[in-house]
C-alpha cells in the first residue's frame, strides 16, 4: 500500500520560494514505472496540475507554471520535493502528491496524500 | 478556466442515480483516457474510474464511466448521502502537454 504525506511552512512571503516535501512510503521513487506528482487547489477552484517526477528521471511540469517549479527526489529519504519560486497570493493553496501511472494511454493519479496548506502572505 | 467542461451541479434523491458530463476536445478526451475523482470534503481526492470505463481494485460498483468522441461522462447509481462532495474528470491534453482536470461538479443528495 502506497503512503504518502505532504509537510511545509504553512505561510510563505511573497516574493519567497515556496518548498514543500511528500514522503513515500511502500513506494520507489526511481523505479516501478511511477509518476510522482503535485496538484494543488486554490480556494474556491478546481484542482490544478503542477508536474510531475518520472522514475526514470524525467520531470514533466505544467507549461502555465514552466520556469517557476523545480520537482525533485532524495533518494536517501524517499521523499518527494516541489519548489515554486516568486510565490504571490494567488499560490495560496492545498498542495498534494500523488502517485500517477500510466496503462496505454491512460493517465492516472491511483494514491493521494492528505495535502498540506499553503498561504502566500506578507 | 478548464478546457474540460462539466456541469457546475447535480443532484439526486437518495438511492437514484446522476450522471456527470465532461467535454473536451480532440486534443484531449478525443485521444486519451479519462480518469474521474471524488473528492469529500476535508479528504484527499480519490480516483474512482480510469482508462474511461474502468474500476481501480476495490472500487465501488455504484460508480461506472463512459465516452463517446470528445465527451465523457460519470454515472453514480445509488446516491448516498457519502457521496455528497466534488467530481472531477481529468485527461493527459496532448496541445497543451499537462494533465488537466474539469471545472468540477458538485453533487448534492437532496
Known amino acids: 500500500q502506497v503512503q504518502l504525506q505532504e509537510s511545509g511552512p504553512g505561510l510563505v512571503k511573497p516574493p519567497e520560494t515556496l518548498s514543500l516535501t511528500c514522503a513515500v512510503s511502500?513506494?520507489?521513487?526511481?523505479?516501478?514505472?511511477?509518476?510522482w506528482n503535485w496538484i494543488r487547489q486554490s480556494p474556491g477552484k478546481g484542482l490544478e496540475w503542477i508536474g510531475y517526477?518520472?522514475?526514470?528521471?524525467?520531470?514533466t511540469v505544467n507549461p502555465s507554471l514552466r520556469g517557476r517549479v523545480l520537482i525533485s527526489v532524495d533518494t536517501s529519504k524517499n521523499q518527494l520535493s516541489l519548489r515554486l519560486s516568486s510565490v504571490t497570493a494567488a499560490d495560496t493553496a492545498l498542495y498534494y502528491c500523488?502517485?500517477?501511472?500510466?496503462?496505454?494511454?491512460?493517465?492516472?493519479?491511483?494514491?493521494w496524500g492528505q495535502g498540506t496548506q499553503v498561504t502566500a502572505s506578507s | 478556466q478548464s478546457v474540460l467542461t462539466q456541469p457546475p451541479s447535480v443532484s439526486g434523491a437518495p438511492g437514484q442515480g446522476v450522471r456527470i458530463s465532461c467535454s473536451g476536445s480532440?486534443?484531449?478526451?478525443?485521444?486519451?483516457?479519462v480518469s474521474w475523482y471524488q473528492h469529500l470534503p476535508g479528504k484527499a481526492p480519490k480516483l474512482v474510474i480510469y482508462?474511461?470505463?474502468v474500476l481501480p481494485l476495490g472500487g465501488s460498483g455504484r460508480f461506472s464511466g463512459s465516452k463517446s468522441g470528445t465527451s465523457a461522462s460519470l454515472a453514480i447509481g445509488g446516491l448516498q448521502f457519502d457521496d455528497e462532495g466534488l467530481y472531477y474528470c481529468?485527461?493527459?491534453?496532448?496541445?497543451?502537454?499537462?494533465?488537466?482536470f474539469g471545472s468540477g461538479t458538485k453533487v448534492t443528495v437532496l
Open positions: 511502500g513506494g520507489s521513487l526511481t523505479s516501478g514505472n511511477n509518476y
Open positions: 481529468a485527461v493527459w491534453d496532448e496541445f497543451l502537454g499537462a494533465y488537466v
Open positions: 500523488a502517485r500517477g501511472r500510466l496503462s496505454g494511454d491512460s493517465f492516472f493519479l491511483d494514491y
Open positions: 517526477f518520472f522514475s526514470s528521471g524525467t520531470v
Open positions: 480532440g486534443s484531449n478526451i478525443g485521444n486519451k483516457a
Open positions: 482508462y474511461d470505463d
